[in-house]
């Protein structure tokens, strides 16, 4: 018998019912090519976007948190997404003071072994397994990404730099997973 689970993104949507009816934004490459800065201009952007586009602004909090020397948390929907950046990873996590890699790891023998610094959590079997997240420390708390696989290469999510939403997010994979993740 298999479980099954609400929609992660629907958890956080379910604690700030206005998220889900901020329109749409088409964030596509051929339509919006934003730095760092105007996402964090915008605040809150929700999008359906591909791969490529949440691997682009993945890049850019990755460089925030090496560039200001803060934690960072990415979750990848299995092992083969975190191969495919982990040469990437391992730069990044020496060059920042905390990392949290959150993965559908279903071997925990298999499970990337990174610095010290960085904790590695898997996912198997939860409502997170499907969601592409990388959030970093801003000056006002934590800020980035959230969106979820919805098959045939969407994701569906938003950018926001409201600390109490992304914590609210954290919170929610802390309790999920019996971890403590923790941007203070």
Not at 28 to 48: F, K, P, Q, S
Not at 87 to 113: H, M, S, T
Not at 123 to 130: H, K
Request: hydrophobic content about 40%; some cysteine; glycine content about 4%.
């Amino acid at each position: 018998m298999s479980q099954t689970y609400n929609s992660f993104l629907a958890e956080i949507y379910s604690e700030f019912p206005a998220l889900s009816e901020v329109k749409q934004t088409d964030v596509t490459d051929h339509n919006i090519l934003w730095t760092l800065e105007e996402w964090m201009d915008a605040g809150h952007v929700r999008y359906t976007t591909s791969r490529k586009e949440l691997y682009r602004i993945s890049i850019l909090l990755e460089n925030y948190a090496i560039k200001h020397n803060v934690p960072l948390l990415a979750s990848f929907e299995n092992e083969k997404r975190f191969k495919y950046v982990e040469d990437r990873y391992v730069e990044i996590l020496e060059k920042i003071p905390k990392a949290w890699i959150i993965g559908n790891f279903n071997n925990p023998f298999l499970q990337p072994q990174p610095p010290k610094v960085a904790e590695v959590i898997s996912c198997d079997g939860t409502n997170i397994q499907d969601m592409w997240i990388v959030v970093t420390k801003g000056p006002n708390g934590p800020f980035g990404l959230i969106a979820e696989d919805m098959g045939e290469g969407k994701f569906s999510g938003f950018f926001s730099i409201s600390p109490q939403v992304i914590q609210k997010a954290i919170d929610k994979i802390n309790e999920n997973l019996r971890v403590k993740i923790n941007f203070s």
